[in-house]
């Protein structure tokens, strides 16, 4: 095993010297206006609101970008979409990039749109589990997802509690409503930042453990994500639509309700309360916890520990290359010497 993740350090090291170029005046100037493609990971939600509110104040035309968001027919659309050219942009995981680079799908993560996880062991009612070590013998509800079957196990072998003694049921994505029906005596998968929120906005006292908090690496939940090689002729409309994003995220750190006025525009179906309180939730991890890096940043040493973690879970069929897997050098301020160009 520590032969196979020898190449991880070496990939640590050459990323690193990549950063190095360091932080540069950006000195690009927006062309005429061109098309650009995004994807969600889901239907319109609190996650998103930064993204509406750039495309209600007009911060992606200023960048000269026509910005088309696309809702995914489906949570498994976004990479495939991505990867048949049908979109300049997704949002996914930073698990799910990696396994789709694991079967050899040539994407990247350009930025981090959510940087820790957001994904949750949750309970509710009088026997809500408060500790992972009260997992022993019940009932866990998930959505089917491989990486947080190995999630799960993960939190129970640091509790001390022998993993064959809980059940892992597959409710798919109707986590909530297994909870509150009792079919299952708790989940792993709903988001603190939403279904938390919900779950306490209607006074259901839920329990909640970060998995982040409970034996799993961090990783950033969301990224947007796009092919390599789109990234070399392409790479400044990119560097365009990230700048836009970084802006609108500034000011929905200012006004989080700039963000949820136009994302009820987009899905009128939405609670307005639910996502103004879940959009405040999730301004923290909106930013990298070091501020003196740009919106989106993403730490190539966090990545690293992350992909051997999905290594030594088996997840992933051979060694990852975690400094192929992500670049920050598109993000503001970043990856350019001072006349402009890449380093």
């Known amino acids: 095993m520590i032969r196979r993740l020898a190449p991880l350090a070496a990939a640590l090291v050459a990323a690193l010297a990549l950063a190095a170029c360091g932080e540069k005046r950006e000195t690009t100037a927006p062309p005429r206006t061109q098309p650009l493609t995004l994807v969600l990971d889901f239907f319109p939600n609190a ?9 209600a104040r007009g911060l992606f035309r200023r960048q000269g970008l026509d ?3 696309v ?3 489906d949570p498994s659309s976004p990479l495939k979409l991505l990867e ?4 300049d942009l997704a949002i996914t995981y930073e698990p799910e990039l990696f396994l789709a680079r694991d079967k050899g799908a040539d994407v990247v993560a350009v930025a981090a749109l959510v940087q820790r996880p957001l994904t949750s062991v949750m309970s509710v009612g009088k026997r809500a589990i408060a500790r992972p070590v009260q997992l022993a013998g019940k009932r866990v509800g998930t959505a089917g997802i491989p990486y947080q079957t190995a999630e799960l196990k993960a939190i129970l072998t640091k509790a001390g509690v022998d993993p064959g003694s809980v059940t892992p049921t597959n409710v798919g994505f109707n986590l909530v409503p297994a909870m509150l029906s009792r079919k299952v005596d708790a989940t792993l998968g709903a988001f603190w930042n939403y279904e938390g929120v919900q779950l306490q906005r209607e006074r259901k006292n839920p329990r909640i453990i970060r998995v982040d908090r409970a034996g799993v690496p961090t990783y950033s939940e969301l990224v947007l994500a796009a092919r390599g090689p789109s990234l070399g002729e392409g790479g400044e409309k990119v560097r365009r639509f990230l700048r836009a994003l970084a802006q609108a995220h500034a000011l929905l750190r200012r006004d989080p309700a700039a963000g949820v006025e136009p994302l009820l525009r987009a899905n009128p179906d939405l609670d307005p309360g639910l996502q103004l309180a879940s959009v405040r939730a999730t301004l923290p991890v909106f ?3 070091d501020r003196s890096k740009p919106w989106g940043y993403m730490q190539t040493a966090q990545w690293v520990r992350f992909a051997r973690w999905m290594l030594e879970q088996r997840l992933l069929s051979r060694t990852p ?3 192929g897997a992500l670049t920050d ?3 503001p301020g970043q ?4 006349n402009g160009r890449t380093p």
């Not at 990856?335 to 001072?338: I, K, R």
């Open 47 to 55: 996650d998103h609101a930064g993204i509406y509110a750039a495309q």
């Open 329 to 331: 050098e598109f993000l």
């Open 71 to 73: 809702a995914p027919p």
């Open 321 to 323: 290359d975690p400094a």
């Open 287 to 289: 930013f990298p916890a």
């Open 84 to 87: 048949a050219g049908r979109a």
């Open 335 to 338: 990856g350019l010497e001072p």
């Open 67 to 69: 910005v088309k968001i």
